[in-house]
């Protein structure tokens, strides 16, 4: 009992801070009943697409002798087992998520996996760089501006050579959990180092 009546304390309090606002949609919590119900990444993460995205960053690691590779938003890995990066750090919102890729990676010596929270995410010493940063069917899940702009700092900031980003590219909201961003408009008003190398079209539209 005392337990339930902490919980619910926290949620009042969670509320509360939320203002007139009321309550908002919560990608943090959204994802982690997901995955922790045993829920998927979605199909974008399975299929045609996943074997697309593999083509395409594979054959970009090779092409371009990548090292190293950390992407943000790794989900249930299965998007990963694709994949070949010679080292890889994956980050997720959700610790289930990043406890299913623990569990299925374990005797993997080339993954490692941190829970992400772009609140408390803060690298001056630069802990978190590779040679490739990717985001990867991310983006239009972030409703929050504020966690919009600190995902994108983080995730530019990581990116010692290359940025990979698979997403849509148009500013529209489709759903509490699916808000599409011109990620590209906000990349050469922010961070304009940035050189966009290639344009990819999915092959697979819809």
Known sequence: MKES??????DAA???RRGSRG???????????????GGTSGDG??????????DVVNGFVREHDVRSAIEFGCGDGNQLSLMRYPAYVGLDVSASAVERCINRFRDDRTKTFFIYDPEAF????????????LSLDVIYHIV?????ERYMKH????ASRYLIVYS???????????????????????????????????????
């Open 122 to 133: 803060e690298d001056p010493l630069h802990m978190f760089r590779a040679d490739l940063a």
């Open 14 to 16: 969670r509320m509360l």
């Open 168 to 206: 849509t590219d148009v500013d529209k909201v489709e759903s509490q959990h699916v808000r599409h961003r011109s990620f590209t408009n906000w990349m050469t008003a922010n961070r304009p180092e940035f050189h966009r190398e290639r344009v990819i079209p999915n092959p697979y539209p819809g």
């Open 5 to 10: 009546i902490i919980r619910l304390v926290a």
């Open 155 to 158: 995730l530019c900031d990581s």
């Open 144 to 148: 929050a501006d504020r966690m919009f």
């Open 23 to 37: 309550a908002r949609f919560d990608a943090t919590r959204y994802w982690e009943q997901r995955y922790a119900a």
């Open 45 to 54: 993460s399975y299929g045609l697409l996943a074997e697309f995205k593999a």
